[in-house]
């Protein structure tokens, strides 16, 4: 039986780590004849347009783009801060510009850390959502200190009723600190994260993942619908994008 993400998060989460956090494995593609490139809409370029998806995630650049890659990330996976910082500017000016590959990410939370910044990102206006989740990442020491610089605080948050739960979490874990140097008002971050909704989205998401796809470590990708393995480095995706003529 696969774990119920809505009990651990919306009425107990003692437990942190739902999934590993580093990836998958098998073959790569064979090599095929290259894409043409697809022209941004007028004024724009791909990496401009972001588009919320019916399965729950963001997607960044050309939605039919040939080559569709979806990410499963955790915010609190330093396998996947690794791979935001490593791909973010190529992955943008060589693949998603073009117009021949789209990335859509799609959270996976893993702990009640990893569900509370997923959903202020999510809260975060569409066209911010990707510059966010990047420079969320990039700091994601800062969020790991206050989170273990007061535990028992996050302990306690966890017993109260869900509309109180993650912005009590926000607050004893400076994750209202760390989201209002990036832009976001103490005001946004609170309503935001009193409205269960979001957090059961978030949730949704991460079991369809694992029902799915059986995601089990992240970052995860798949590549046109197909679970891609042997992809959990940049590097690694780059190689399967060339591959199938994005070059």
Known sequence: MKPSLKITLLSSLAALALAGCGGSSGDQSKEQAQIANVAAPAGKTWSDVVTPTEAGGMLLGNPDAPIKVVEFASITCSHCADFSAKSSQELKKDYINSGRVSLEMRHFVRDPLDATAA????????????????????????????????????????????DKRFTTLATSWKLDEFFKARGITADQLNTCLSNVDNISKLEKVTN?????????GTPSFLINGRLAENTASWELLRDRLRNMGAR
Not at 128 to 144: I, K, N, V, W
Not at 208 to 216: G, Q, R
């Open 208 to 216: 369809a993942a694992t029902e799915e796809y059986k995601i089990s």
């Open 119 to 162: 959903a202020v990102l999510r809260c975060a206006p569409t066209e911010r959502y990707f510059p966010l989740l990047e420079s969320t990442f990039a700091g994601q020491a800062d969020l790991f200190a206050g989170a273990q610089a007061n535990p028992q605080a996050g302990e306690a948050a966890m017993q109260l009723a869900p």
